[in-house]
Nanobody, 125 residues
Framework: QVQLVESGGGLVQAGGSLRLSCAASGRTFSSLTMAWFRQAPGKEREFVARITWNGGRTDYRDTVKGRFIISRDNAKNTMYLQVSSLKPEDTAVYIC??????????????????WGQGTQVTVSS
């Protein structure tokens, strides 16, 4: 199995920035697609961004394009999400996910095999 541990969340003012990290362990990740989801209070978990370990392909939900950057460090088996120009609407638990093979759409929760526990991002006005 794969273990995913997020870190880097916190409380920031609107317009601020954070760098979230997701450390992976337990198996090799040469074919894993990695992604970030988020879940705000009382709302469904939603796709934020994804990146493939064996390439530089990235995708973002429209509302974070130009503000968030997903990246990876293969030597450290770690994925990052740089979140900038934060808005109160970005407040959520940010959750790391990994997929062995994406058999559907990368933005769908059901294609991911492993999930972290999440890290809280709170953006104040």
């Amino acid at each position: 199995q794969v273990q995913l541990v997020e870190s880097g969340g916190g409380l920031v003012q609107a317009g601020g920035s954070l760098r979230l990290s997701c450390a992976a362990s337990g198996r090799t990740f040469s074919s894993l697609t990695m992604a970030w989801f988020r879940q705000a209070p009382g709302k469904e978990r939603e796709f934020v961004a994804r990146i493939t370990w064996n390439g530089g392909r990235t995708d973002y939900r429209d509302t974070v394009k130009g503000r968030f950057i997903i990246s990876r460090d293969n030597a450290k088996n770690t994925m990052y999400l740089q979140v900038s120009s934060l808005k109160p609407e970005d407040t959520a638990v940010y959750i790391c996910a990994a997929a062995k093979n994406v058999r559907g759409s990368y933005y769908q929760k059901e294609v991911y095999d492993y999930w972290g526990q999440g890290t809280q991002v709170t953006v104040s006005s």
